[in-house]
């Protein structure tokens, strides 16, 4: 047996000239109780732990011979338990696909691992579908929705009827179709544009859409007036981390006025001509004539007015923890503000009802 390598550390802290001074010892801190391990216990733990590691290996090596045989080969394994797989198709529907191949289950909540959920496979390996960076998930919607049109009206103006489980909404005379989503200007919403008798401007939200939008800049100082205000009633905690980020706890949530609602939902473009349609297209959908002569588009819901907003479509503002980030609105690095739908908050968030001013 080889002599085993010995490993000399140097305990002393160091002067400016790089030596060591033998004076200055380091003190560290050790647990109150620290448990001396057996030579044969310590050997049995990084035994089972080699084991586990070699098995889990074995077991991402199989995940990723299957996806190859499905012909999916442009992925990343991030880590031990999480494969992230990039593409171009409609992400739930490759999750379906995946987890009735693999066998494992689809969680189709949205998630901090991803919007559109993931599989979790045996010994806890999830599988996730990312949009290619070509789009994002939400603009990739849209372009799908707009070559549906396009091909749908190319040999001339159609008639559109867009049918969801609370209202209808017609397009007439549609000849083209257009993704405007990049043009956010003066609060536009639309992320697409039927160009019809008249224009009607969509603003497209997925099936599983938790979030209206980004609200630093236009709640910003009504949140901060908010935190400061429940501080100061001991109602929530606000900490300065060593990182120089503030953090609260609980997250807080307070809902806007009609006036902010309106702006939130339909900005400045949409209304009165378009709508806020909410739907997850897969490009695999054919729409055909009916005897009516309009092509008829399933989706999943319809906003024509505040009152299609309620329920867990209603609009809040939710104050968080995000450590990227550092609005000058809000005046505490760390914390932000998103529009987001009802449904997203759960029973953590305290929900502050009173006055702002």
């Keep these: 047996m080889s002599k085993p390598i010995e490993r000399k550390y140097n305990i002393y802290k160091k002067d400016k000239n790089n030596n060591a001074d033998r004076n200055n010892n380091i003190i560290t801190k050790v647990p109150n109780n620290p448990v001396m391990l057996s030579k044969e216990d310590i050997f049995n733990k990084i035994k089972n732990l080699i084991l586990s590691q070699k098995a889990n290996d074995s ?33 739930v529907k490759l999750l379906q696909r995946l987890a009735e191949s693999f066998g494992g289950k689809y969680i189709d909540k949205p998630s901090g691992i991803s919007s559109a959920g993931y599989v979790e496979l045996d010994n806890g390996v999830k599988l996730v579908a990312k949009p290619n960076k070509a789009h994002s998930a939400g603009i990739l919607n849209e372009k799908i929705l707009v070559d549906h049109i396009n091909k749908l009206c190319a040999k001339g103006p159609i008639n559109i009827r867009f049918i969801g489980e609370n209202k209808t909404f017609e397009c007439i005379g549609v000849k083209n179709c257009k993704a405007i989503g990049t ?56 900490e300065l981390t060593d990182k120089g980020v503030y953090k609260i706890k609980p997250n807080v949530a307070f809902y806007p006025t009609i006036e902010e609602k309106r702006d939130l939902v339909f900005g400045s473009d949409i209304l009165p001509n378009g709508a806020v349609i909410e739907k997850t297209f897969s490009g695999d959908e054919i729409y055909t004539m009916n005897d009516d002569g309009w092509f008829e588009i399933p989706v999943t819901y319809i906003i024509t007015s505040l009152n299609d907003v309620e329920g867990h479509r209603d609009v809040v503002f939710l104050i968080r923890n995000d450590s990227s980030r550092n609005s000058k609105h809000i005046g505490y690095p760390g914390l932000r ?21």
């Design 59 to 91: 077991y991402i090596a199989e995940v990723i011979n299957k996806l190859n045989s499905m012909g999916i080969n442009n992925f990343v394994v991030k880590t031990g338990k999480q494969i992230h797989i990039k593409t171009d198709e409609n992400r």
């Design 183 to 238: 043009d956010v200007t003066n609060r536009r919403k639309a992320d697409l544009v039927l160009q019809g008798i008249k224009d009607y401007p969509i603003s497209l939200k997925k099936d599983n859409a938790e979030i209206w939008e980004s609200a630093d800049q236009f709640a910003g100082a009504k949140a901060k007036k908010i935190i400061d205000k429940l501080v100061k009633e001991n109602k929530i905690e606000l």
């Design 337 to 357: 503000v998103l529009a987001v739908f009802e449904k997203r908050l759960n029973k953590n968030v305290l929900i502050y009802k009173g006055d702002v001013d």
